[in-house]
């Protein structure tokens, strides 16, 4: 089955919405802008999903927070914010993700990067996110980059 999906950057109507979805399917809930999102509506204007392109003090670029109701899984939702986030953004850019995720993004062309050649901002989030692996036991986010 193939559902229409429209893209359009949020509004601030939006921001209920995305601070919602964001917090029940557990990311980081940090930087919340609904000016830097696009959300994903079906032909209802029912809410699918969102993303954000988020901007780090040192210039970097994130593609972050992104997320998708759990009744628009898997119906290529989070392939068309991706796609289109991808289209209207500089490079290099950057994600954080869970390593299970790593062959979904690498569909796109990101690539696990190397702490040397991460920016500043995600140099220190490598270093940050390897001390709470150890003190918490899990495998902690996996930073990949698009050049």
């Not at 998708?68 to 986030?85: K, M, T």
Request: hydrophobic share 40%; proline share 5%; with cysteine.
């Amino acid at each position: 089955m193939t559902i229409d999906i429209t893209l359009h950057p949020a509004v601030e109507t939006d921001n209920h919405r995305i601070r919602d979805l964001i917090h029940r399917v557990g990311i980081n809930p940090m930087d919340l802008n609904w000016r830097h999102f696009v959300v994903a509506e079906d032909a209802y204007g029912h809410f699918m999903g969102c993303c954000q392109l988020k901007t780090h003090r040192d210039g970097s670029l994130e593609l972050a927070s992104l997320a998708v109701e759990d009744e628009y899984r898997r119906q290529g939702v989070a392939r068309a914010l991706i796609a289109h986030l991808l289209e209207h953004s500089p490079r290099p850019l950057y994600l954080m993700c869970r390593s299970a995720l790593v062959p979904f993004y690498e569909k796109f062309g990101f690539q696990v990067s190397g702490a040397e050649t991460m920016s500043p901002y995600f140099r220190r989030m490598h270093r940050l996110t390897k001390v709470l692996v150890v003190r918490k036991g899990n495998l902690g986010p996996t930073i990949m980059s698009l050049d």
